[in-house]
């Protein structure tokens, strides 16, 4: 897309920010009308017809189907892989496709074949000719996908480097990933699975009760998929929304099976995720958004100041960089590399800086020639700067909204500070 737009002449910056968006929203869209079509062809249209809207009702699907996360590209070839599975009385079953699609998904992040494990060897089980099933389908598929994998990275790399192993390396075998934040092994079952199927629980527990048995493998593999990520340190809401889809196929057939209270319950469900989609997709955190807009107006200013330097003093990651830019401004965040030597008391930049902010800043920028222009920061840190702030001429030129929830490192607004030129 980003080249798309540079052959074109037309790579500024607003497109380059939304065109991503949009285009993932259609594939998020296309999706959604598989998961209508595969039920429609394993069931019935009336089962669909419940399945697609309590898809559309989700406020979680809402909050991640337009955001360029790999997550949401790997829920996307799911709902297309799942298209394509062979379940029983399915009329679009294509084991070569669904196991591309599986294949493509796990190239892009290789935890989606987390929920696939047991639907495949399902798929292995049921299957009578097995022998021609590896044969002409996963040993092909498998090294034609892996075999291309191996050949991008060898370019843009410059050496044989085995990514799939790498990341299970660092994730699992090392555990590395929780440096960004650890939970205890039952927080999906407690707080992460409820809370992104938030108002579609009831129906979940209701619809695994009522669907056909030969649904409950994807009760298998969403159980199954929990189950694994609850034995990794790290854990976030978006690492399940793969198995969204499958839990909606359980929300459609309970939805279905109400006959007095079913526009009720319909109308219960699309005026509880009405609030919390909204609010989380238009109004929560939206603060590293609107503050690179601020940014953006230095790039106008670069040919009459040439000196500007931004320096974002905030927890790793919490804004956007050069895609939201896209001009040769002087940018600096607090970095956060992950430890690859095994020491014990590691810390990183942003460890060092929150540990004593303004020693560091002294330490840092102990002459003025090194001073950015710019300052970018949490609320929660004014006061504990402020002398640096006042010794080094800065005033406040923008303070954006964040969250109506700080919390630690993270404060309610984001404040822009800007140096005064002598």
């Known amino acids: 897309m980003y ?3 540079q052959l074109l002449a037309k790579d500024e910056v607003q497109l380059l920010i939304w065109v ?34 309590c898809q559309l009702c989700s406020w979680f699907t809402w909050y ?13 070839l799911t709902i297309f892989a799942l298209f394509y599975y062979p379940l029983e009385g399915s009329k679009t079953g294509s084991s070569c496709k669904y196991l591309t699609l599986v294949a493509l998904a796990f190239i892009i992040r290789p935890t989606a074949v987390i929920p696939w494990i047991p639907l495949v060897f399902w798929h292995f089980w049921q299957e009578q000719k097995k022998g021609d099933l590896v044969l002409y389908n996963f040993v092909p598929v498998g090294v034609v996908t892996l075999g291309t994998s191996l050949l991008i990275d060898r370019v ?9 192993l790498n990341f299970l390396k660092f994730n699992v075998i090392q555990n590395l990933g929780a440096i960004y934040g650890s939970h205890p092994w039952h927080w999906y079952f407690t707080q992460g699975f409820p809370v992104i199927l938030g108002a579609h629980l009831p129906f979940f527990i209701h619809g695994c009760l009522q669907a056909p048995s030969k649904h409950q493998i994807f ?10 990520y609850s034995t990794l ?43 919390p989609a909204l609010y989380t997709g238009l109004i929560h955190q939206r603060g590293p958004l609107d503050v690179m807009i601020h940014v953006q107006q230095l790039c106008y200013n670069s040919s009459n100041q040439p000196w500007d330097s931004v320096f974002v003093m905030m927890p ?42 303004l020693r560091w800043l002294k330490e840092e920028f102990y002459n003025d020639t090194l001073l950015p222009n710019h300052l970018i920061f949490f609320s929660v840190l004014e006061q504990e700067i402020s002398s640096f702030l006042i010794l080094n001429e800065y005033e406040k030129t923008a303070a954006v909204f964040h969250t109506h929830v700080p919390e630690g490192r993270i404060g309610s607004h984001i404040h822009v500070y800007k140096r005064k030129m002598k």
């Open 3 to 5: 080249k798309i737009l």
């Open 20 to 53: 991503p968006r949009l285009v993932q929203a259609l594939l998020s869209a296309l999706a959604d009308v598989k998961l209508y079509s595969f039920v429609k062809y394993t069931e019935n249209a009336e089962t669909a017809k419940c399945v697609y809207f």
């Open 64 to 76: 991640c189907c337009t955001r360029t996360l790999t997550n949401t590209m790997e829920t996307v």
């Open 156 to 164: 843009f790399y410059g050496e044989w480097v085995f990514v799939q």
């Open 219 to 228: 009760l298998v593999a969403t159980v199954w998929t929990v189950l694994v």
């Open 233 to 275: 340190s790290h854990k976030e809401f978006r690492f399940i929304y793969p198995v969204l889809p499958f839990c909606m196929v359980f929300c459609g057939y309970s939805l279905k099976q109400m006959k007095t209270w079913k526009k009720s319950a319909m109308a219960f469900l699309v005026l509880s995720n009405l609030l």
């Open 316 to 357: 790793c990651h919490s804004t956007p960089f050069y895609s939201h830019v896209h001009c040769p401004l002087k940018m600096r965040f607090l970095q956060c590399p992950p430890d690859l030597t095994g020491h014990e008391k590691y810390l990183d930049e942003a460890d060092v800086f929150y540990s004593n902010p």
